[in-house]
Structures are given as structure tokens and as C-alpha cells.
């Protein structure tokens, strides 16, 4: 831990920082200001606020200023090298200094609770605590058309903490990436806390905090290697938040390549198709957690077959290139009779899904009521709650408005599994 000195009318204190908010941002000044702002709603002062700018422009800097300008819990680094996700990723741990570390993104949120789960992972000796993020907020503008401006609460949560002994079975079935989205409440640098030691362990045998198109995707296989247990939480002490160019939205509109053009020197696996998607972000994120860690008997349980079906599924294009791989890497033992029957039956799927979302979108277009309708009636289907809300802001305001109802008090109980 490292020391600040906080001046006060009759002396100076030496306040140790007990939990680091790391904030890293490009090109999204408005949203985050939202993040830090939920940070800062923290009450404590033994906590900062790190923010790790790589902007075109600084102007974040005079908005930090103007906003928070006499809290000295925020520290401000503004870096004009370009660097990939990755990079600003690392230099922006580096500056933590807290004994717990929290990663978000820059339209993301902390809620308050953080530092009382934080303290209780301390006083029980736990390394790392996920949250099974019932939660999630997406902002105005973002390409999902029903649901933007909208915080949905997919179910119910109690407050009850798992402790996890069986960490590294849950990694071997993640590496399957038969369900690369598995990872959500696995412990990694993103909306989870973790100790700071474990992570200056990581640094001094690898040189590096993060690695990869996918700094949330590494983090978990590495930080697996550190950890035999940890802790979820069943309630959200962040938000996930999805806004106009973050990767969420390049995701949703086709312009995930645009999130591989930022690594300057990004070269694939030869296992895996040259193509940007999520399954390949997700394959090459493992591959090189697993090589920078010296964990490569991990690779053994990626299943091939289904993982080559996902990607011609994803990237059409590619369809060729992921024959020609799976008659490479999975053909023996009926791997590559597997892959063209997983991919016919995934194709006629996509292909039905594909066109309802044309009808979908074409409603929303041209008859607008239409995204109003589905407002009203889908999150009942398909999620517990949901309200209309123009900023993460707001949206927190009204989570508590509900929590309160639901739970009364916010308090963590504990189970072990």
C-alpha cells in the first residue's frame, strides 16, 4: 500500500489507500465523468480514483477539474502515445496503489457497496471477489435501439457470498470456449476486486498486467494461475455499461475490426482463422494468457470443432479458412465431422435469426412506436425490471430505489460451495 498526505485545519494525516478505482478512457469524455462520479460516491477517503486518459485530446483533464475539482482522491494521467486497450490497460494498474483493485470501463460504474464487500474480502483473507452482474445500463445512443437509455434488471439478487474452492475447474470449462461469454463471474481485472499483490505477482513474472485483444478475457486465465479460490457476490457492485463506440457497440453494428486496428503489431495463432470477431478475441486472449503463463496445458480443453462453427457462424467470410483450420488442428477423432455438422446446425439457427432482426429493425425504423411497444412489453418476458434512465446517474438513483424495496438494507452474507 502507499501513503497520501491529506491536509487537515489542525494536522496532517497519512491516509494509506485501501481501494483503487481504475478508470481507463479514450474518446469518451462525457460518460466518463459518470464513472467517475459513481466512484467518488465512495464516502471514504482511504480509496483514489485512477483515470488513464489516451484521448486525441486532454479535455478531460478541465472537465475533471471543473466537476471535482476539491476532491483529491482522483488522479488524472493523460498519455498521447496511442496505445492499444491493452497498454493503456497496464500503465493505468500500474499506478494503483490501493491493497483492492477495481477495473472499469469509462461507461461503466462502481456502486458504493464495493468498499464494504472490499472489506469484508479483507477481514476473511479472500483474493478476489466477482459479482454475478444481474445489472446492466445502457446508454442513449447505443446501436441497440429498444433498449438504449434503459437500466435492466435481468432477476432477482440476495446479497449472498459464495466462497469458490473449485476455481481452476471452472477455468478448464471456460477454455472450452464453448460459451465465451463464461467468464463474467470469473475473477479478472474488470468489474471484479482484486488484491494488489496478487497483481504485483503478475507483473514481475510477466513483465505486464494485461496482454491480448480482450484485457477481461487474459486476466481471468492469469489471475486463475495465482488463486485457488475466491468469492461471488449475488448482488452488483458495479454496473456494466454499453455506449455509442465502445467495443459493445462495435460488436452490435460490425465493426469489431476496428477494436484489432489499435494493436500495432497483432499477430493471431496460426490455430485460429485472420479474422476480428469475438470468438477469435476470445481464442487469441486464452492462447497467449495460457503461453505468458506457462499454462498451456489449458489449450488442451479448447474444443475446436465447436469453436472453428462459431467463427464461420460469426464471420461468414471466413468459412473457407475455418474448414481449411479444422481439417488442421480437429480432424482426427470425428473432430472434423463435428465441426460441418455443428455448423449446419448453427447456420440454420443464425440464418432464422437473422431474419426476424431484419423485420425487427425495419419496424423500429420505420413505424418508431414500435421500440416503444417492446419496451413496455419485452422486459417482462424477458427481464424482472426495467426503467428508462438518460444517465448512469440516474440509473444508479433509481437501482437504490428498488434495491431498497427488494432487500430493505444492503448486508453480505456467506456460504462456501
Known amino acids: 500500500m502507499s501513503g497520501r498526505i491529506f491536509k487537515t485545519e489542525k494536522e496532517e494525516v497519512n491516509i494509506f489507500m485501501f481501494l483503487s478505482i481504475v478508470i481507463p478512457t479514450k474518446n469518451r469524455q462525457l460518460t466518463a465523468i459518470f464513472a467517475i462520479r459513481s466512484a467518488l460516491a465512495i464516502p471514504n477517503i482511504d480509496i483514489e480514483v485512477i483515470v488513464h486518459d489516451c484521448s486525441d485530446v486532454d479535455s478531460l483533464r478541465h472537465d475533471i477539474e471543473i466537476n471535482f475539482k476539491s476532491d483529491v482522491r482522483v488522479k488524472y494521467f493523460f498519455i498521447d502515445s496511442k496505445p492499444s486497450m491493452a497498454e493503456n490497460w497496464n500503465m493505468a494498474f500500474a499506478k494503483a496503489t490501493g491493497e483492492y483493485v477495481c477495473g472499469i470501463g469509462d461507461d461503466d460504474a462502481v456502486l458504493k457497496e464495493i468498499y464494504t464487500i472490499a472489506k469484508w474480502a479483507k477481514a476473511n483473507n479472500v483474493a478476489a471477489v466477482a459479482h454475478t452482474s444481474p445489472v446492466y445500463y445502457q446508454w442513449p445512443g447505443f446501436s441497440a435501439q429498444i433498449y438504449n437509455g434503459t437500466i435492466a434488471v435481468e432477476r432477482s439478487f440476495s446479497g449472498e457470498i459464495v466462497v469458490v474452492n473449485t476455481l481452476a475447474e471452472r477455468i478448464q470449462d471456460y477454455c472450452t470456449l464453448r460459451n465465451p461469454n463464461g467468464y463474467l463471474d470469473l475473477p479478472e481485472l474488470y468489474h471484479c476486486l482484486i488484491r494488489n499483490d496478487i497483481l504485483k505477482k503478475i507483473y514481475v513474472d510477466t513483465g505486464k498486467f494485461v496482454d491480448a485483444t480482450s484485457v477481461d478475457i487474459y486476466s481471468v486465465i492469469v489471475i486463475g494461475k495465482y488463486i485457488s479460490s475466491y468469492a461471488i457476490i449475488d448482488y452488483p457492485f458495479t454496473f456494466r455499461g454499453a455506449s455509442k463506440g465502445s467495443n459493445s457497440d462495435r460488436f452490435k453494428t460490425g465493426q469489431f475490426a476496428n477494436h484489432f486496428k489499435e494493436y500495432k503489431n497483432l499477430s493471431l495463432p496460426d490455430i485460429l482463422p485472420s479474422c476480428a470477431g469475438f470468438y477469435t478475441t476470445a481464442a487469441e486472449s486464452v492462447i497467449i494468457a495460457c503461453k505468458n503463463t506457462g499454462q498451456e496445458q489449458l489449450l488442451e480443453f479448447i474444443d475446436l470443432p465447436e469453436l472453428y462453427a462459431n467463427i464461420a457462424i460469426e464471420i461468414p467470410e471466413v468459412y473457407d479458412l475455418c474448414v481449411e483450420k479444422a481439417a488442421k488442428y480437429a480432424g482426427g477423432n470425428g473432430g472434423f465431422e463435428r465441426f460441418l455438422s455443428s455448423y449446419a446446425k448453427k447456420n440454420d439457427v443464425s440464418k432464422k435469426r437473422t431474419k426476424r432482426g431484419r423485420v425487427t429493425t425495419f419496424l423500429q425504423?420505420?413505424?418508431?412506436?414500435?421500440?416503444?411497444?417492446?419496451?413496455?412489453?419485452?422486459?417482462?418476458?424477458?427481464?424482472?425490471?426495467?426503467?428508462?434512465?438518460?444517465?448512469?446517474?440516474?440509473?444508479?438513483?433509481?437501482?437504490?430505489?428498488?434495491?431498497?424495496?427488494?432487500?430493505?438494507?444492503?448486508?453480505?452474507?456467506?456460504?462456501?460451495?
Do not use: C, D, M, N
Not at 438518460?390 to 427488494?406: G, L, N, P, R, V
Open 365 to 417: 425504423t420505420k413505424l418508431p412506436f414500435v421500440s416503444r411497444i417492446f419496451r413496455k412489453i419485452v422486459p417482462h418476458k424477458h427481464i424482472l425490471k426495467a426503467s428508462q434512465a438518460s444517465t448512469i446517474s440516474e440509473a444508479i438513483e433509481w437501482f437504490y430505489a428498488y434495491t431498497q424495496k427488494q432487500l430493505g438494507a444492503f448486508e453480505v452474507t456467506q456460504r462456501i460451495v
